[in-house]
């Protein structure tokens, strides 16, 4: 394994412990073979609304917002930090993206995955494949248990308001 190969792997060792908690090094060297490295400027957008994905990336540094698109205006809605996915469910579901992915300051690294890249590992590697796939399951349930969450903080704070005015919940 070359220095620079070997750095990387440490990085993601680092980084991605929930992801290579179930991998040994070697295991985690044969998966870096299938990615390739994007570095990010700041403010540079990594995937824009509307696009339909070929590609997803573990985020090995720095942070990626998450933003809401609404004309000229962006707000943010979320931040991936190291160790986590973006990009995933446009790349799963084959469906236009509904956020802008932006680097949240220079030197943001991410691991790209792109779809022919994903097709060999699920192939050549099918541990490290389901190893993946099962990481991947995680996030978006993390993500929907989060957005649950505050759906229901959302409805709590609406009916306690609507309640206080005199107005039936």
Same mark, same amino acid.
């Given at each position: 394994?070359?220095?620079?190969?070997?750095?990387?792997?440490?990085?993601?060792?680092?980084? +991605?412990?929930?992801? +290579?908690?179930?991998?040994?090094?070697?295991?985690?060297?044969?998966?870096?073979?299938?990615?390739?490295?994007?570095?990010?400027?700041?403010?540079?957008?990594?995937?824009?609304?509307?696009?339909?994905?070929?590609?997803?990336?573990?985020? !090995?540094?720095?942070a990626?917002?998450?933003?809401?698109?609404?004309?000229?205006?962006e707000?943010?809605?979320?931040?991936?930090?190291?160790?986590?996915?973006?990009?995933?469910?446009?790349?799963?579901?084959?469906?236009?993206?509904?956020v802008?992915? =932006?680097? =949240?300051?220079?030197g943001?690294?991410?691991?790209?995955?792109? =779809?022919?890249?994903?097709?060999? !590992?699920?192939?050549?590697?099918?541990?490290?494949?389901?190893?993946?796939?099962?990481?991947?399951?995680?996030?978006?349930?993390?993500?929907?248990?989060?957005?649950?969450?505050?759906?229901?903080k959302?409805h709590?704070?609406?009916?306690?308001?609507?309640?206080?005015?005199?107005?039936?919940?």
């Open positions: 394994m070359s220095k620079m190969n070997n750095g990387l792997v440490e990085q993601v060792k680092d980084t +991605c412990q929930e992801f +290579c908690a179930a991998l040994t090094d070697e295991e985690i060297s044969r998966f870096v073979r299938y990615t390739r490295i994007r570095e990010l400027g700041s403010q540079d957008v990594v995937a824009d609304v509307g696009q339909i994905s070929d590609r997803f990336y573990l985020v !090995i540094g720095g990626v917002k998450l933003l809401q698109v609404d004309g000229d205006n707000f943010e809605v979320g931040q991936i930090e190291p160790g986590g996915l973006v990009g995933e469910m446009s790349f799963f579901d084959h469906r236009p993206r509904t802008r992915l =932006r680097a =949240r300051r220079s943001v690294r991410l691991l790209e995955i792109t =779809r022919p890249m994903y097709n060999r !590992i699920r192939i050549e590697e099918p541990y490290i494949a389901t190893n993946l796939l099962e990481f991947v399951i995680r996030s978006l349930d993390s993500l929907v248990r989060h957005l649950s969450d505050e759906n229901a959302l709590k704070q609406v009916t306690s308001a609507d309640g206080a005015e005199g107005i039936p919940a």
